[in-house]
C-alpha cells in the first residue's frame, strides 16, 4: 500500500510569509507525529496526534506553529511569520497505534527561509 | 530527557568490511529501539526495531543488539556494499516522541 506521503517536497518563502505543510499518512493509521530536522541532526519531535486531537504538542517550539488533523487523517502543519531559523526539513510519521509501534515516515517537506 | 548519543559521527570503509555502528542512551528504561537509515534530502526508512525484551533483531545483513542495562545498542552491517551508504539514526522512545541520536554517516566505497 502506499506510504505516507508529504506535500509540497520543497518550499521556499520570505521571512515573514506564512506557510502551510501537508501530511498524508498511512490509511488505518491513528497515530501522527511531526518531527523537525536541522542539517547535520537527527529529527527533533514537535507534535503527535492521536485521532484528531494533538495528544503531545510539547515539541512545538512557539505560538507561530500550529498543527491540525481535523478528521484524524491529513495533517497540516502551520507556520506564521516564517523566520530564517524555521528553515529546516519537516518529517512527517505515522504509526497504527501509538508510540510502541514502529513509526513509518514520509519524504519529508524542505523549507527554506529567505 | 533522554539523551542519544551514536559513534563514529561518520565512517568510510571500502566494500566488502564488516562494521560497527553504535548508539548509547541515557534512560535504561525504555521499550523499545529503532535504526532508521536517512539517504541525502530524503526521509527516514525504517531499519529494525528491538523490542525492550528482546536481545538481537536480524535483517538481511543488518543485526542490531540491544544493552538495556548498559543503555547500549550496536548495529552490525555485514559485506557492506555501495548502496549501504547513508545516514543510520537510531532512536528511542522517550513518552510519545522519538528521540534521536544526531546519526552515523556511512561512506563505503567500491
Known amino acids: 500500500g502506499a506510504g505516507v506521503s508529504q506535500t509540497p517536497s520543497n518550499k521556499v518563502t520570505e521571512k515573514g510569509k506564512y506557510v502551510e505543510l501537508r501530511c498524508d499518512p498511512i490509511s488505518g493509521h491513528t497515530a501522527l507525529y511531526w518531527y523537525r530536522q536541522s542539517l547535520g541532526q537527527g529529527p527533533e519531535f514537535l507534535i503527535y496526534?492521536?485521532?484528531?486531537?494533538?495528544?503531545?504538542d510539547s515539541g512545538l517550539p512557539n505560538d507561530r506553529f500550529f498543527a491540525v488533523r481535523p478528521e484524524g487523517s491529513v495533517s497540516t502543519l502551520k507556520i506564521q511569520r516564517t523566520e530564517r531559523g524555521d528553515s529546516a526539513m519537516y518529517l512527517c510519521?505515522?504509526?497504527?497505534?501509538?508510540?510502541?509501534?514502529?513509526?513509518?515516515f514520509g519524504p519529508g517537506t524542505r523549507l527554506t527561509v529567505l | 530527557k533522554q539523551e542519544v548519543t551514536q559513534i563514529p559521527a561518520a565512517l568510510s570503509v571500502p566494500e566488502g568490511e564488516n562494521l560497527v555502528l553504535n548508539c548509547s542512551f541515557t534512560d535504561s528504561a525504555i521499550y523499545n529501539l529503532q535504526w532508521f537509515r536517512q539517504d541525502p534530502g530524503k526521509g527516514l526508512t525504517s531499519l529494525l526495531l528491538i523490542q525492550s525484551s528482546q536481545r538481537e533483531q536480524t535483517s538481511g545483513r543488518l543485526n542490531a543488539s540491544l544493552d538495556k542495562s548498559s543503555g547500549r545498542s550496536t548495529l552490525y552491517i555485514a559485506a557492506s556494499q555501495p548502496g549501504d551508504s547513508a545516514t543510520y539514526l537510531c532512536a528511542v522512545p522517550s513518552g510519545y516522541a522519538l528521540n534521536f541520536g544526531k546519526g552515523t554517516s556511512l561512506l563505503v566505497t567500491p
Open positions: 496526534f492521536q485521532g484528531t486531537g494533538a495528544a503531545d
Open positions: 510519521a505515522s504509526s497504527p497505534l501509538g508510540s510502541t509501534d514502529t513509526q513509518y
